[in-house]
């Protein structure tokens, strides 16, 4: 392992995560682990990378004001001298002073294709609008739900007897693929953000 060092946050299941490691593990990501925290100390994620042996951190946000909280994780993405923040299933907006403290240095992944179907439940919500056509995205985060510069995107087409589960499996597997790919290309090329676009040079 080398290369610059990402910072993970996550929140759950830790799939996204699980498959960033793979790729760095398998060396097509040039790219370390530096640290993976989680708001919550049960999630699934943490203990796949306390299995792997990566400095994890565990700092449970429950009945932290928010502010403060945000405070901790700055300090403690700041001592692990982290590159790139990937949040990854984590399940909280983040407040302006850690948005700043990171700039143009935080992605996220979401299941839809934005900004079709921010926030929750996103696979749910384009079955039940009727899309023929939904898929993933990864973005640079600003202080809004879901709003920042698009990097990458890749499109899924809903099916005549989709559920959100089946229609949420197949989306993952393009997410487990585009967002190691959208790492790659913010660690590695050069690219400037013009209004809203990303663009690579
Ligand atoms: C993914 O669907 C991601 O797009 C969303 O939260 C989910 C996290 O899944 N932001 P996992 O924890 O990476 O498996």
């Not at 898929?135 to 709003?147: I, K, N």
Request: aromatic fraction near 4%; glycine fraction near 8%.
């Amino acid at each position: 392992m080398s290369g610059k060092r990402l910072g993970i946050l996550l929140s759950g299941r830790g799939s996204n995560f699980q498959a960033i490691a793979d790729q760095i593990a398998a060396g097509r990501l040039n790219a370390t682990i530096g640290v993976v925290i989680s708001n919550r100390p049960d999630a699934p994620g943490l203990a796949l990378a306390r299995e792997r042996g990566l400095p994890v951190v565990s700092l449970p946000s429950k009945a932290v004001p928010r502010e403060d909280y945000d405070a901790q994780l700055v300090a403690s993405l700041k001592s692990s001298d982290v590159d790139l923040v990937c949040l990854a299933g984590f399940m909280r907006l983040l407040t302006a002073p850690f948005i700043q403290a990171f700039p143009q240095r935080i992605l996220n992944i979401h299941p839809s294709l934005l900004p079709a179907f921010s926030g929750l439940n996103a696979q749910a919500q384009a079955l039940s609008h009727g899309v023929k056509i939904t898929g993933c995205t990864v973005h640079f985060v600003d202080e809004g739900l879901d709003s920042g510069p698009i990097v990458g995107q890749a499109a899924v087409p809903v099916l005549n007897d989709d559920t959100a589960e089946t229609l949420s499996a197949r989306i993952l597997v393009e997410e487990h693929r585009i967002y190691s790919e959208a790492i790659g290309r913010v660690l590695g090329e050069q690219w400037h953000v013009q209004g809203r676009r990303v663009v690579f040079e």
